[in-house]
């Protein structure tokens, strides 16, 4: 029992010492704040399964998850300025449920859909959905997860209340 405690406690540790807490609740170095939350651009390609671990184990983030058509708007252009070449990841995938049931990476609600006509396609392994450069990346089409892409990861700070 004593064991499984300190496991636990090491756990939770490791998980915080990848939490960004800043003063004022604003975004890390490098990190760009649109509404609530802070994204971060990645143009090293990857496939999808390991640029969402990337995020995960070396930004406590996640893929990104979009919620409202303004959070899509702000996400597209802040995509477009990056100047990517290629389409990007989103964390939207079909991989852990019934195909074509698609939810997003960081388990939030999937209350938007933003998909390109004829999307989502229904061929073998394209599970996993991406901003697509010909929309200005405001629409989504799915791609074979294993084709490395670039990504963009997604954060919400932590924010201290000090006054009323």
């Keep these: 029992m004593k064991h499984c405690l300190c496991l636990l406690l090491l756990a939770i540790g490791s998980a915080l010492a990848f939490v960004k807490v800043t003063s004022d609740g604003s975004c890390a170095k490098q990190w760009t704040e649109i509404g609530v939350s802070c994204y971060r651009y990645f143009s090293k390609p990857m496939t999808f399964e390991k640029a969402d671990l990337k995020c995960k184990t070396s930004f406590s983030s ?20 990056q100047k990517p070449k290629a389409n990007i990841w989103i964390g939207l995938t079909d ?16 209350n938007l859909e933003a998909w390109e006509k004829g999307q989502p396609a229904k061929k073998p392994k394209e599970h996993c959905a991406q901003l697509l450069s010909s929309s200005g990346f405001l629409r989504w089409g799915t791609k074979d997860c294993d084709i490395p892409s670039p990504y963009i990861c997604k954060y919400t700070p932590h924010r201290m209340l000090d006054k009323c």
């Design 62 to 81: 996640r893929l990104a998850s979009i919620h409202s058509k303004e959070e899509a708007c702000s996400l597209a252009k802040f995509a477009a300025s």
């Design 95 to 110: 991989l852990s449920m019934k195909f074509y049931v698609f939810q997003w990476t960081d388990r939030t609600r999937f």
